[in-house]
């Protein structure tokens, strides 16, 4: 992504009250979130996996995943490494001015990205993937 695409693109999110969100090393050492997409063909399918490794976000599709891919991840083969959150899992997280993300933000570990995506990214009616912290939820995925 270019510099002045980046900078629209944060500016767009500041105005809708969002922010890009950054590898806080400390705080996610050693989580991993699942997307997992619900289909009616394969019930919960696991896509990929989100992690922080060092100070970058690392998405990587499953290797048994044979669907097709995210558009936002379009090579299925190789690593997706940045220093900030995908608009892909950044749009998943509503503004924080709601006073219901408020309440649920002050129960979670607001640094942890990973953590506030599997509280506030999960289901929705307009979106078939679902964000959980590997190891919880059903399906032991």
């Known amino acids: 992504m270019t510099k002045s695409v980046q900078m629209a693109l944060d500016q767009l999110l500041r105005v809708s009250g969002l922010r890009r969100r950054r590898v806080d090393a400390g705080a996610t050492t050693g989580r991993r979130l699942h997307v997992v997409r619900r289909s009616r063909a394969h019930g919960l399918e696991l896509i ?32 997706y ?19 219901d993300v408020q309440d649920v933000m002050s129960r979670v570990n607001a640094d942890d990205p990973l953590e506030v995506l599997a509280v506030l990214g999960g289901v929705s009616v307009t979106n078939p993937y679902e964000l959980r912290l590997a190891g919880e939820g059903a399906g032991g995925l």
């Open 48 to 79: 990929g996996e989100l992690s922080c490794e060092g100070d970058a976000f690392v998405f990587r599709y499953e290797p048994s995943y044979d669907g097709p891919p995210i558009s936002a991840f379009p090579d299925k083969d190789s690593p």
């Open 81 to 99: 490494k940045s220093d900030v959150l995908w608009p892909f899992f950044e749009v998943r997280v509503p503004p924080t001015s709601r006073k």
